[in-house]
């Protein structure tokens, strides 16, 4: 592939770009995860020599052999493209485009863990050539780009920042499990740290984003966009998790009061649940490390958080108060992962929901059809399924679409007479599991 952005003559450094600019373009994606890897997929599809480092040669195996354990791509589409799968960095070398698909975790005291990010950086330096564009699309907090990664990367590397490689960043929106909103489809925010640099960036990006390019004045504003999405998401849900905890002690079913609600035109629509995963349940505690490091206390941000990950507690509370007490109770959770449709169970909120259980004495199985049952034992939980019933209560708390699609009565059937069937997000039909004699509660 090749790009036709002509070289800016006035530019001391045309040199190098008039270079790069006018051959056939080489892209390394670093880091193949949710993010790099249908990213990958999209640069080869429009023809672009696409490479993908990842330190994880279990990954590099599993891609090369056609398969997708994150199931955003089909083996179909694995096919149709020509990717050069490595965990060899020296494929860096080969890059005109460098762009990192890095995890941005936070540690167990909700800080931010830029380990990943620092290392890939690390990598990227050691393998970096002169008149490379690297691209970050990890959600940071602003700064980490130019002021965390740039230096790494110029330590490394011994060439200078600005003049012999360039930053940009261009945050990834996509939702893992969402075949609808793909990263093609999806408006993407460019930005580089000189006009070159976003030229560059916005054209390369534009010519796989059918949904186009939104031009951010500078690396900072990108990053704080990408952050602001996430944490307004969970602000939203933070508020009617706090308005369902209210219904709850009133004794009214949220989900009547959010339909009553909903009718008025600007009524956000919002559910309750479980804020788990490594975007939205994360993200914003970047923004409350930004603001700590800046001397500022965040108040909303940071209240937000604190309700939604009061939540599992929660609902612990609320079926042990049910079912009169925990010991000896023996309760079937489906759903472990942290959304619906995905396999993915890190940060998983219905985890802690079944620890939050056994710690007040519940005997706890677990289903999930994303997840074999040596992968629930391996997360340290003991396997069960509505076929091992009768329960004295089961737990709807991921909603995928296997339990969507299943009887009511499948359900029932499998809860002991005066037992619990606890429906998270409000799908199934409260009236009728109450009128088959057993008691229903929903958040
Ligand atoms: N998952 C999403 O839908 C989503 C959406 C928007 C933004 N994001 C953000 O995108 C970033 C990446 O997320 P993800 O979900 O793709 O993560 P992921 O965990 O699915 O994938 C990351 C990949 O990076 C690899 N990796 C880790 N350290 C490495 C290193 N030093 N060198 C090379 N490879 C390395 C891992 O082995 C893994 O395969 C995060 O900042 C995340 O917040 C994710």
Request: net charge negative; with cysteine; hydrophobic share 40%.
């Amino acid at each position: 592939m090749t790009l036709s952005t002509s070289p800016i003559v006035e530019d001391p450094r045309r040199f190098t770009y008039t270079l790069f600019m006018s051959a056939t373009q080489s892209i390394c994606i670093i880091g193949l995860g949710y993010v790099g890897l249908p990213l990958a997929h999209a640069f080869a599809t429009a023809g672009y020599a696409v490479s993908g480092f990842d330190i994880s040669t279990s990954r590099i195996e599993e891609l090369s052999a056609g398969r997708d354990g994150t199931l955003e791509l089909s083996a179909t589409q694995l096919k149709e493209v020509n990717i050069r799968y490595s965990s060899d960095p020296a494929v860096i070398k080969d890059a005109d485009f460098v762009i990192l698909a890095i995890p941005t975790p936070i540690d167990d005291q909700n800080n931010p863990d830029l380990t990943p990010v620092i290392k890939a950086s690390q990598t990227v330096g050691k393998n970096l050539k002169k008149g490379t564009i690297v691209i970050y699309e990890s959600t940071v907090y602003p700064g980490v780009t130019e002021e965390l990664c740039g230096k790494i990367l110029e330590e490394q590397s011994g060439l200078v920042c600005g003049t012999d490689f360039t930053l940009a960043y261009s945050p990834e929106r996509i939702n893992p499990g969402d075949k609808e909103h793909t990263v093609t489809k999806i408006v993407k925010i460019v930005s580089g740290q000189d006009q070159r640099t976003l030229d560059a960036v916005a054209e390369l990006y534009g010519s796989i984003i059918k949904a186009g390019v939104h031009r951010a004045p500078s690396i900072k504003v990108a990053e704080m966009a990408k952050a602001i999405e996430n944490a307004q998401r969970d602000i939203n849900i933070a508020f009617i998790n706090e308005v369902a905890m209210l219904c709850g002690k009133i004794g009214i079913p949220t989900k009547d009061v959010l339909e009553a609600a909903g009718t008025k035109w600007n009524f956000l629509r919002f559910s309750p649940g479980l804020v788990g995963g490594h975007c939205i349940g994360v993200d914003p505690y970047y923004l409350v490390e930004k603001a700590k490091q800046l001397g500022m206390q965040t108040h909303v941000i940071a209240a937000g958080r604190g309700v939604n990950d009061g939540i599992p507690a929660y609902i612990a509370d609320s079926i042990v108060e049910k079912l009169g007490g925990a010991k000896g109770k023996r309760v079937l959770v489906l759903g472990l992962t942290f959304k619906e449709d995905i396999p993915d169970t890190r940060n998983s909120k219905a985890q802690v929901v079944v620890k939050e259980l056994i710690r007040r004495g519940a005997e706890v199985e677990v289903h999930d059809p994303f997840l074999a049952p040596e992968a629930i034992k391996k997360l340290g939980f003991v396997p069960g399924s509505l076929e091992q019933g009768l329960f004295d209560a089961i737990l709807l708390l991921v909603t995928h679409t296997q339990y969507r699609e299943m009887p009511l009565q499948s359900f029932v059937d499998a809860t002991k007479d005066g037992g619990l069937i606890y429906d998270l997000k409000s799908i199934l039909d409260g009236r009728k599991i109450e009128a088959s004699g057993k008691a229903y509660l929903a958040l």
